[in-house]
């Protein structure tokens, strides 16, 4: 058996498309555009080229995009006080705050400032709870992005049994919420889990998002299951040069597995993709307008 491949890359393009779509609607029919505040403290080069890319694409589907870069020694009411203008600020639809924070913020603090109905990231504390409750809340883009291919690959996911690795706050547990909301058997695992090649063998879908490379081989997957692996990991490739490999040992996965995402290009693409959708749903609900269909869940 091998594989297909669920091509990330392609279907984040066809959802931006669809928010693009819905930009233009909302703009032509009640003259709003939706906007997206990007808040970066400090200078980490990766989250610099992460906002770039966001600030990027957020033009491209004709919305609003506004940027706050602040020095890394910025204190915490400085912050705070920010945050508080983006929340009474009404072009402001979606405020994401991006992380890793410099260490003398606290980010829970943070996060937790943010107007629940614009945390576009769906990290605050109201929205996780609103989640676990099966609640209409944000929903986080990287799991939000993973249910979306796996709905599209499979349509209904009622009754599949559901391996999710991984226990974090910003995927392995609201994965496991979704998955929940989508009727599936759900065992959320992770790398002290007892017998876990074991558990991973049982399961129809896996979603691997633990932070260790290549730590799920092959054979611990059930022939024809579907495996969405959400690590970025970084190793060595000899000669000095290094490579992205995901969670999943991807070459022995996909002789075996019946779909799988590939890395990099299967679940990255889409995490900025669902942020652009989050920050249009969070506009139609800040104007009781229509949900746009297909964005959310």
Known sequence: MTASIIDG????AALRGQVAG???????????VPGLAVVLVGDDPASHVYVRSKGKMTVEVGMRSFEHRLPVDTDEATLLALIHQLNNDAQVHGILVQLPLPDHLNADLVINAIDPAKDVDGFHISNVGLLATGQKAMVPCTPLGCLLMLRAHHGSLA???AVVIGRSNIVGKP????LLGDSCTVTLAHSRTRNLAEVVRRADIVVAAVGRAQMVPGDWIKPGATVIDVGINRVDAGEGKTRLVGD?????????AGAITPVPGGVGPMTIACLLANTVTA???AN???EPEGLTV
């Open 175 to 178: 994965m496991a919420q979704l």
């Open 288 to 290: 009781a307008l229509p």
């Open 283 to 285: 506009c139609c609900r």
């Open 159 to 161: 009754g599949m049994e």
């Open 248 to 256: 999943v040992d991807f070459d022995s996965a996909s002789g075996v």
């Open 9 to 12: 890359k392609a279907f984040a």
């Open 22 to 32: 819905h930009v233009a609607a909302l703009t032509a029919a009640h003259g709003i």
